[in-house]
């Protein structure tokens, strides 16, 4: 009974540990280029999206996210060269080891 308990809690302080968040964030497409993962790959046309303003003080990295790219086909409406879009941010910190790594990831982009 005392190592179920044991391993529950320890459950429990790993799970308390990550952290996530939700929330939109305004970007502004910076350059619009062609990117191929693999040779032979396709070619993906990818706007470069950089954060305008800064992240909303809940989110758990609220300073080193400034942006990303993003393909275009992702965006809803077409963009352009310095227009603005707006995208929900979610950011995940996994529990365990690399508590410090935060992960930001970009969907539901459409064109402000």
Known sequence: MRKIAAALLGCL???GCASDWQGEVRLKVTKIYDQ?????DPVEKTASLHLVGSMPKD???????SG???????????????DEVICTAKQHQPAGIQTN????????????
């Open 59 to 65: 989110a758990p990295d609220n300073v080193n996210f």
């Open 68 to 82: 990303t790219g993003v393909e275009l086909k992702e965006i809803e409406g077409e963009v352009k060269v310095g």
């Open 101 to 112: 790594m935060i992960e930001t990831e970009l969907s539901g982009c459409k064109k402000a």
């Open 36 to 40: 191929q993962t693999l040779p032979g």
């Open 13 to 15: 302080v790993l799970a």
